[in-house]
């Protein structure tokens, strides 16, 4: 299980996560929404260890997130963390390695997920030479590469046309199927509501709505997601305004 | 630490920077380098025996012009059996331009001549061997010589003892001395070694470390490894990935050395590897300190080569950082290169220096060899080497691991002294931004005015006389308006691509324009009147263009290109460059400072005192009236009149001269009537017209204009220097 307690972390006096707490676990889809610079990809960093947060922790099982539970988890990026210089095979060798996996295994496990994704015929093209979709697949694919127990996406969707948005969705179905912890961004409520079994939206750092989809949904007289994050988030900045 | 991600990533990093294919093709290059430069005398050799001579192929024909029996006789006694020569006589030189000589024919003339005992001359179609010049060169010497010798009654072995250069011999009494020669070129070459690999490594590692941070993988990575370990192991990978690629070179070398003492086995009967073992021990114990050093020096720079560029946020400027450490080195290469020799003493001084790490490398191994460091030296520099690796390491990787996810580029040390909103920290950002573009400009349009007027000038000074057949003062004139008028218009250009606010239009009077003029004319009249009285109070009055020898010989032609060159020219064209170009480029600052600027850079590019205050006055006058009317018709005509004084006043003489001036002694006396009758409308100027806004100052906080304007004020400096004595 995933744990988040009263997280806070400042960019020079400007407070992009402002004390909060989630919990994510096994056999689940958590979905962050939040607008533009809302703060989700600072929370994913801090869990990440990528920086370190002002205060408050980050629990995996109970215990801080070290370089071995780091190995553990698979990480998705929002911007491109490819190579581009390098081609496919190389990158997924390189992440690969890593994070602990031998060449043989890393060659295994991606011609299993690039048929999956069916660009099997890109592996050994520039990473600069693929679109941005294909490159979207890739990094999912590297993200997965090492059959991490905690998954986290930084917005999975973007760029993807919508048969390949069908199958990820199906690969991510899977991997909670099989137990996996998984922890997503986004702000296509479209996906996140079939996706995602608790929710919480996060606006300017703050948390302003947290729980199951269903309670979330029953709250607001079943309205649509979309309807329900306009109305809250547009609330919120009515009231900062005013 | 984990010392197995470490271990992989440098494998990883190692195998790809070693199985590409440039690497490969660099590799079969280097091998074929190498056998080629080991095997050089037996491939000489080889092509000796089989008489392949690639020098001279053709047979060559030397007509010998020799009526007084100079040199003919040793000539065909020397040289006329040979197959590569053809020796001829003739009696006369039939050549000249219509009738050149016929390929691989040379004409050579020899005379005697009284003061210089022969004389000679070679006349060939294109220029000749360098190897056949020498022999005709070494002939003709000996056939002087001995000419001069029996003229003078001395013997040819008095001559050449006169000849003999002082023969001082050498003697260096110290241990290690010997074979100083080559240990100083053995020296010489590892440095230059140690710093082909630091480039190599250094631009690796920037470029490495660069590629992972701009495509932002270093977030995944950073995921896996600490930034501690991601930075040791890029650094590891890169040293030994350069370090493969010597020992490849050295098993190239090894390989070129073997085949060719096979040959030297074969024909001399040497054993295998003599040439290994002949390796002087002094050299070789050199070779293996210099490797130490090497490996430690190259860790350490490479650490701080990765720190610098993860302050970077670009392929392009981790570059450049590249280039300031490889110019540090470069400079304490040439610090070593010349302060140890065999022929200075090392002073106390030396000793500390090469205790710094990093610069022992280039000091200690350098000192070794020339015997000029003791065993305790090198081992204390090298254990402050060693011991220096934590300590660096540790400061590089606190660094490395803030700045490589750091994605801004600004300086945000930076005290700012007023809290600002972000609205008005945007706008400072975007009117710093145009200052900068506006300084930079202008900077660079300055540099390249002085650039092509000194390029120009050379060219032009190479080329126009052997097309325009004329007398040097009027080339100097031709050369003159040439100069400027491209320089002028290509840097006017420029600038006036750069701005892209359209001007607006006004329509003026003709009286208006009519008052302007005159009023200008009286102004002009009025500071040249002004000046000329200080000038010649404080010493300034001397004529310049007498200085610069720029005067018009006395032919018709000559004067019109003077009148040309002197009044035309300028008047068009620097009133383009400063009235139009710059004034519209800085106006808006405000119209008082495009006025001052412009007068200050017009007052600036006349490089000296005596035109420069002038230009400086006259520059604001033009700039008002060029501001006003929105045009720079009216200055163009005001340039013009106050040239064609200047000039009129070194062509006309005598009479015309005297008619002239009282000609423009009344004009003046009208113009400063209409500047008095005109004098109370200029009250009435717009508050606004003289508001300088104080962001202009950022302009001159550009690093390109602040260079542009040292380079000005210096030359100015040297003009003025140089008119003065």
Known sequence: MLKVENLTKTFDKNVAVNNISFNASKGKIFGLLGRNGAGKSTIFRCILNIIKQDSGKVLYNDKIIDEKILDKIGYLPEEGSLISSYTVLEQCIYYGMLKNMDEESIKKRLFELTSKFDIIEYMNMKQKDLSKGNRQKIQFIVSILHDPELLILDEPFSGLDPISVEQLKQVLLELKESGKIIVFSSHRMDHVEELCDEIAILEKGKMIEKGSLKDIKKKYNNQTLNQIFISVVGDIEKSIQS | ?725
């Open chain 2, 1 to 725: 630490m984990n010392f197995k991600k470490i271990r992989e990533i440098i494998k990883f990093d190692v195998q790809k920077s070693i199985q590409n294919k440039w690497f490969v093709i660099l590799n079969i290059l280097m091998f074929v380098a190498i056998l080629f430069a080991t095997n050089w005398n037996n491939i000489s050799n080889y092509l000796n025996e089989h008489n392949v001579d690639f020098m001279t192929e053709e047979e060559i024909t030397i007509q010998i012009l020799d009526n007084e029996n100079l040199v003919y006789d040793k000539f065909n006694e020397k040289y006329g059996e040979s197959s590569n020569f053809n020796i001829e006589r003739v009696d006369t030189n039939t050549y000249s331009k219509e009738n050149v000589p016929a390929d691989n024919v040379i004409l050579l003339e020899v005379k005697s001549s009284p003061e210089d005992i022969i004389t000679a001359k070679i006349v060939s179609k294109e220029g000749i061997d360098n190897d056949i010049y020498n022999l005709i060169y070494d002939e003709l010497s000996e056939v002087r010589a001995n000419l001069f010798a029996t003229n003078n009654g001395i013997s040819i072995d008095e001559l050449n003892i006169l000849n003999e250069e002082v023969q001082i011999e050498r003697e260096l009494l110290g241990v290690d001395a010997e074979n100083s020669e080559t240990k100083e070129i053995i020296k010489t070459i590892s440095i230059v070694v140690v710093y082909m690999v630091l480039i190599i490594i250094l631009s690796r590692i920037a470029n490495e470390i660069a590629q992972e941070k701009v495509s932002k993988s270093i977030e995944y990575v950073l995921t896996s490894v600490t930034a501690g370990e991601y930075l040791i192991s890029k650094v590891l990978s890169v040293t030994i990935a350069t370090l493969i690629q010597v020992l490849y070179t050295f098993v190239y070398y090894i390989i070129g050395n073997s085949i060719n003492s096979l040959f030297v086995m074969q024909s001399t009967g040497a054993s295998f590897g003599s040439s290994f073992i002949n390796i002087d021990t002094s050299i070789a114990s050199y070779i293996l300190v210099m490797a130490a050093y090497l490996i430690f020096t190259v860790f350490l720079t490479a650490l701080i080569q990765a720190t610098l560029t993860s302050k970077t946020t670009s392929v392009a400027e981790a570059g450049n950082t590249t280039m300031i450490l490889l110019f540090l080195i470069v400079i304490l290469y040439l610090v070593s290169l010349s302060a140890i020799s065999p022929y200075i003493t090392v002073t106390p001084l030396m000793y500390i220096i090469s205790c710094i790490p990093i610069v022992s490398t280039f000091f200690v191994p350098a000192m070794m060899i020339i015997g000029q460091a003791t065993t305790l030296q090198i081992i204390i520099s090298f254990i402050v080497l060693i011991m220096s690796v934590p300590f660096i390491f540790k400061f590089c990787s606190k660094r490395f691991k803030n700045g490589i996810l750091d994605y801004t580029s600004s300086n945000k040390k930076k005290k700012v002294k007023k809290e600002l909103t972000l609205k008005e920290k945007q706008e400072k950002d975007l009117k710093a931004s145009i200052a900068k573009k506006i300084g930079f400009t202008i900077g660079i349009a300055l540099i390249l005015l002085v650039f092509l007027q000194t390029i120009l000038a050379y060219i032009f000074g190479i080329i126009l006389p052997k097309f325009i057949n004329t007398d040097i003062n009027t080339l100097n004139i031709i050369l003159n308006g040439l100069v400027s008028c491209v320089s002028l218009g290509i840097v006017t250009l420029y600038i006036y691509s750069n701005i892209k606010d359209k001007e607006e239009v006004k329509t003026i009077s003709g009286k208006k324009t009519f008052e302007i003029t005159f009023v200008g004319i009286a102004l002009i009249a009025i500071v040249q009147v002004a000046l000329s009285w200080i000038y010649s109070k404080i010493g300034l009055n001397y004529d310049i263009f007498n200085e610069l020898s720029v005067v018009p010989s006395n032919t018709l032609i000559s004067n019109i290109l003077y009148l040309i060159a002197i009044v035309v020219i300028p008047a068009i064209f620097e009133e383009l460059l400063f009235r139009k170009a710059i004034i519209n480029y800085s106006k808006k600052y405000g119209k008082a400072f495009a006025v001052i600027f412009s007068a200050i850079l017009f007052g600036l590019f006349h490089m000296n005192l005596n035109q420069g205050i002038f230009a400086f006055l006259i520059g604001i006058i033009f700039g008002i009236i060029a501001i006003q009317t929105s045009s720079i018709k009216l200055t163009v005509l005001l340039h013009f009149l106050n040239n064609l004084y200047a000039a009129l006043q070194v062509i006309l003489s005598g009479f015309a001269l005297e008619m002239f001036n009282n000609i423009i002694l009344a004009v003046i006396i009208f113009a400063i009537i209409i500047l008095i009758k005109t004098l109370p409308k200029v009250r009435n100027i717009k508050r606004e017209d003289l508001k300088i806004d104080k962001d202009c100052l950022l302009i001159f906080k550009n690093y390109t204009f602040i260079i542009s304007m040292i380079l000005l004020i210096v030359m100015f400096i040297v003009t003025e220097n140089f008119l003065r004595v």
